[in-house]
């Protein structure tokens, strides 16, 4: 074992306070002005402690009694107290041997909790308390109470934010006439926040609805806005290889074989955003485009133009997507439009090893392979391209700022230093990322105001819209009935089983039973059973059953949540609806509908349905639309939950709320492009004021 290394030496170690503090992101004196209080307690008053109900709050105090360990039960600090009006009991059930010292009869103490009539009569459990004088003073505003954590008491949150205060840099960095109307300083904003007054409306406060704290929103989407608009810009500054499209070339000969290919020529929406990207794909500065699109809107055949086009121009392209299901399904189609065109196409999941393996890592690195399709992880992880050009990432709806910027660290074509000459040096590859939860209009102004974004708002031709039924389970019977009338039409089916993650085997075992009762109960059928835990050559041998038709009922978990395609599909059941998100549910409807046979959902439900659960399959009945159902989705949930908590861009929006706060959102806009064509300096202060180190997120 080596020797334990001397302390380096340098800074001094942070303490524990000072730590905790650190993780928060609370180490500029302004990070912790804009650190802002969850709410406040009114500890200006005192109260007789026999004034105080059962289960009200209060601050009382009141002469030690007694003051003695209890052990009979659980070890506690059991300690009486008394003022003129009466007596009460706090029970202490952690505590130090200095805590007695602290107590000892005849000690002065104010004491702040609940009160509760209980066992031993009138008492408070773990109440705050401390000793004090006669003459020790109260409070003369309410007491902010901090987000924080167990290493870091409120007290000396409150310490330290109250020093920092008057050395942080808050002046003013707005043009007059730009703040909203009736909106007050930010000093005057934020030192109003810590310190309300006495009477102050608390229920405005708390509701974020109060000027102060709307003057801290607008200033928070601001440097949002401002920080947004600046990675544009710094994009801007890179460079990409032009991708254009040549004459007579693959693009054109892929058009001409659409009709053929997809039995039509292309929509008129997605006509439009093969346009927008093209028109991206040939300038030199690397694009960074979101394309969305309802589930079945056609997404796919557009990523393969934008691949063409790629290849064209002699390049390559990386397509990736989520799942091996997924990938594997991306590979099938493009080999069958693209392959005709020699073009050569290489698969790599995380499934596929020895010599094949190598032998496509090998195309791919000497620039053989036009098209690289697999998951996201198997890409980023360890393959080498001699031309990356352009990337697609399939439903990107999970992928959040960060691992866009993990993304494009990984597929820049800087660090293969031995190559020299053929130009791919310093070239960043073209983005095009797609996502079938379309995004609310104040999220894709707020959180990817960094991207430029293409929408396909219409479905192809020819589709029978998916009627959905909402069943509680005891209606199993019918729906065993409705399956083997479709099956008997010679359509395919999907039984869709939850699988939450803290019980995934229990699920497991619920698949696994589900396949049994069905296959009992439908003789002439065969049914398939398709799982996350199975081996990919499993998963892809059950596909492919059921993609040829052969297999016609399918069970399966989540794990044909995104993007599997298989038009002759007329009929999903859901089981346990009420457990699955209403991105996931209308995600899993997808899967039907894909063709001209009128397709039906059924979501079997457990009641009782909490009223959230209530609320998404009603949403879910009423409609198929997919922005419709993300606005809901926003209102349910809110915007973390909606972006998942790690690609919320994590504490980018602290304070605004995307759901109420739209027109902040507006005004924060059009201020923020004024500020930096006007006070490119100002923008900046407003920018490090507010993001600090993670402005980097942004860069993505
Ligand atoms: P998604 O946007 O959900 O990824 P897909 O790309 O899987 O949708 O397309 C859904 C289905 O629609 C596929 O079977 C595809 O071949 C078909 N399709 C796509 N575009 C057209 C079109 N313009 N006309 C007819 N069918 C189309
Ligand atoms: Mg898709």
Redesign the pocket.
């Known amino acids: 074992m080596p020797p334990a290394a001397a302390p380096p030496a340098g800074p001094k170690p942070l303490s524990a306070p000072a730590r905790a503090l650190a993780r928060l992101g609370l180490v500029r004196d302004i990070d912790l002005a804009l650190h802002l209080p969850l709410r406040y307690e009114d500890q200006t008053r005192l109260a007789p402690i026999a004034s105080l109900h059962d289960g009200v709050a209060g601050q009382v105090q009141g002469t030690v009694l007694e003051c003695r360990v209890e052990t009979r039960a659980r070890r506690q600090l059991l300690v009486r107290i008394a003022d003129d009006s009466g007596e009460l009991m706090l029970r202490l059930l952690h505590f130090y041997p200095s805590t007695q010292k602290t107590l000892a009869p005849g000690t002065l103490v104010r004491v702040r909790g609940e009160l509760r009539a209980g066992f031993l009569g009138r008492e408070m459990v773990h109440p705050e308390f401390r000793a004090v004088t006669p003459d020790t003073p109260l409070p003369t505003g309410l007491t902010p109470v901090y987000p924080s954590t167990a290493q870091l008491p409120q007290a000396y949150l409150r310490k330290v934010i109250a020093s920092a205060l008057p050395r942080a840099q808050l002046d003013e960095l707005l043009p007059e006439g730009s703040v909203p109307a009736g909106l007050p300083s930010l000093r005057e904003a934020v030192t109003f926040l810590h310190n309300p007054p006495p009477g102050t409306d608390l229920g405005a406060l708390e509701g974020h609805r109060h000027p102060a704290w709307q003057r801290l929103k607008f200033d928070e989407l601001l440097a949002q806005q401002l920080a947004q608009a600046q990675a544009r810009a710094e994009r801007a500054r890179l460079r990409a290889p032009p991708l254009r499209a040549r004459p007579g070339g693959l693009v054109e000969r892929l058009l001409a074989g659409?009709p053929q290919l997809?039995?039509?020529?292309?929509?008129g929406a997605?006509q439009r955003v093969v346009a927008e990207i093209a028109a991206d794909l040939a300038r030199p500065t690397p694009m960074h485009r979101l394309l969305q699109?309802?589930?079945?809107?056609?997404?796919?055949?557009v990523a393969a133009l934008a691949a063409a086009a790629a290849i064209d121009a002699g390049w390559q392209c990386a397509l990736m997507a989520p799942t091996e299901i997924l990938a594997e399904q991306h590979f099938r189609k493009l080999v069958q439009w693209l392959q005709p065109q020699g073009i050569v196409i290489a698969w790599l999941t995380g499934s596929r090893k020895g010599r094949e393996r190598r032998e496509m890592l090998a195309a791919v690195a000497d620039g053989r392979a036009g098209l690289v399709v697999g998951t996201h992880a198997v890409i980023q992880r360890d393959v080498a391209f001699a031309r990356l050009g352009l990337a697609v990432v399939?439903e990107q709806h999970r992928f959040g700022v960060a691992q866009r910027l993990a993304l494009r660290e990984k597929l820049a074509n800087r660090d293969e230093a031995d190559e020299g000459d053929d130009g791919a040096q310093g070239l960043e590859p073209h983005l095009l990322m797609?996502s079938?939860t379309p995004i609310p209009r104040t999220l894709a102004m707020s959180h990817y105001a960094d991207l430029d974004l293409s929408t396909?708002d219409e479905l192809?031709?020819?589709r029978t819209p998916i009627v959905t039924k909402v069943f509680e389970d005891g209606r199993r019977a019918q729906v065993l009935a409705r399956i083997r009338d479709e099956v008997a039409q010679g359509k395919q089916v999907y039984w869709v089983c939850p699988l939450v993650e803290e019980s995934e085997h229990v699920d497991l075992q619920n698949a696994t039973a589900t396949h049994a009762e069905l296959s009992a109960v439908l003789p002439n059928t065969m049914v398939g059973l398709l799982h996350g835990r199975m081996a990919a050559a499993e998963k892809a041998a059950v596909m492919k059953l059921f993609t040829d038709g052969t297999m016609q009922l399918l069970v399966a978990t989540t794990v044909i949540e995104v993007?599997v395609?298989v038009?002759n599909a007329s009929l999903m059941v859901i089981e346990h609806a009420e457990r699955f998100g209403l991105a996931q549910l209308h995600q899993l409807r997808?899967r039907v509908g894909?063709?001209a046979v009128a397709s039906v959902c059924v979501l079997l439900y457990t009641a009782p349905l909490s009223p959230t659960g209530k609320a998404r399959l009603k949403a879910m009945a009423e409609t198929t639309d997919g922005f419709e159902i993300a606005r809901r989705d926003l209102e349910i949930r809110g915007p973390g939950e909606f972006m998942g908590a790690r690609q919320s861009g994590d504490a980018l929006l602290r304070f605004a709320d995307l759901a109420e706060d739209e027109p902040l959102l507006l005004h924060a806009r059009s201020t923020a492009a004024r500020l930096l064509a006007d006070h490119p300096q100002r923008a900046q202060r407003q920018v490090d004021r507010w993001l600090g180190a993670k402005t980097e997120f942004l860069k993505a």
């Open positions: 659409l997809l039995g039509g020529s292309l929509t997605q699109g309802d589930v079945g809107s056609g997404k796919t055949v399939d797609m079938a396909i192809p031709p020819g993007g395609d038009p997808g894909r063709g």
